[in-house]
Antibody, heavy 112, light 110 residues
Framework: EVQLVESGGGLVQPGGSLRLSCAASGFTFRNFWMTWVRQAPGKGLECVANINKDGSDEYYVDSVKGRFTISRDNAKDSLYLQMNSLSAEDTAVYFC?????WGQGALVTVSS | QPVLTQPPSVSAAPGQKVTISCSGSSSNIGKHNVRWYQQFPGTAPKHLIYENDKRPSGIPDRFSGSKSGTSATLGITGLQTGDEADYYCGTWDNSLNVWVFGGGTKLTVL
């Protein structure tokens, strides 16, 4: 069974940092592009970042460029999202996604 | 604002058919395949349609997709109350170099 399981969400103060992880199983992780998608409370979906199969290319939505970094470890079947300089506008559920499945999401709340 | 344009809501009676439109441009839908996603309240989205018109295993053939030019359409026939959900379209955008979504359409089965 294809599974994507996010971890690392939580409450963080404005200006703080957080690192999300996504553990993949049930498929050959290195064969797929990976994506982080977020959904603010009551809002629609927004792609935050994409990374290609071997991690050599990364793409970001303008609102997170310079603050967020997507990375992957194909040996560990894992995807990451390092989030720095967080603000209230980053409060959302963050989903790990590929062509096969969506994770259950990790809630990130930025508040003092 | 979402890059792709969807109607905020659609509704129809049980057993009827509904279509949801997704409008884009030459930098996204005009050049790339479209995906559709279904999301029930409080849950993660799931893949509904990929490569414009293909259904992942387990998705009933009541759901269909099509694409023409810079627009795509999701069709749902034989509507059931269990189809009430939010539906999103998505594709790659060459200008933004990121995956883009529509704003989502809330389906109500009256």
């Amino acid at each position: 069974e294809v599974q994507l399981v996010e971890s690392g969400g939580g409450l963080v103060q404005p200006g703080g940092s957080l690192r999300l992880s996504c553990a993949a199983s049930g498929f050959t992780f290195r064969n797929f592009w990976m994506t982080w998608v977020r959904q603010a409370p009551g809002k629609g979906l927004e792609c935050v970042a994409n990374i290609n199969k071997d991690g050599s290319d990364e793409y970001y939505v303008d609102s997170v460029k310079g603050r967020f970094t997507i990375s992957r470890d194909n040996a560990k079947d894992s995807l990451y999202l390092q989030m720095n300089s967080l603000s209230a506008e980053d409060t959302a559920v963050y989903f790990c996604v590929n062509d096969l499945a969506w994770g259950q999401g990790a809630l990130v709340t930025v508040s003092s | 604002q979402p890059v792709l344009t969807q109607p905020p809501s659609v509704s129809a009676a049980p057993g009827q058919k509904v279509t949801i439109s997704c409008s884009g441009s030459s930098s996204n839908i005009g050049k790339h395949n479209v995906r559709w996603y279904q999301q029930f309240p409080g849950t993660a989205p799931k893949h509904l349609i990929y490569e414009n018109d293909k259904r992942p295993s387990g998705i009933p053939d009541r759901f269909s997709g099509s694409k023409s030019g810079t627009s795509a359409t999701l069709g749902i026939t034989g509507l059931q109350t269990g189809d009430e959900a939010d539906y999103y379209c998505g594709t790659w955008d060459n200008s933004l170099n990121v995956w883009v979504f529509g704003g989502g359409t809330k389906l109500t089965v009256l």
